[in-house]
């Protein structure tokens, strides 16, 4: 036998586990440079609106009307709004805030109401299995923007003329 031709007998084998979801996810993520920077804005925002309150170098409710409409300086990287609020501090606990919704979003629909909806319809079928996948065919059509205006447009209080 020659050395080139090497037989499944001759191979060595590592024992070991085999790399679990996770481990494969974060192997193929990573030979993709562009997902990779996702990943890295993804993570810096999420941090600033995390460490908000403690990192902000301002207030973002501090208004200074002599400095408005500054552009970015030494006090303030990003410059100020026309009230003198420091924009830096403004988008750091606007950051905050998309925090807050993605997670909310994430433990209400995903792990909430999804499974929820899916274990009722495969219990019942029949016509709660056709409803249940119309309205997801449906919020699965339509674009995000109009699906919110119509959820804003029936929820908004109403003014009534006398």
Known sequence: MSAAAVGLDDAEVTPGRPAGPWLQLWRRLRRKRIAMIGL?????????????????????????????LEGPSADHFLGTDRLGRDMLSRVMYSARTTVIITLTVIVTGGMVIGPTLGLLSGYRGGWVDGVIGRVGDIFIALPGLPMLILINASLAPRVIEA
Not at 49 to 60: C, E
Request: proline fraction near 3%; charged fraction near 15%; avoid cysteine.
């Open 40 to 68: 890295a804005v993804v993570l810096v925002i999420y941090l600033m609106g995390i460490t908000a309150q403690w990192t902000a170098p301002y207030s973002y409710r501090e208004q200074d009307l002599t400095r408005g």
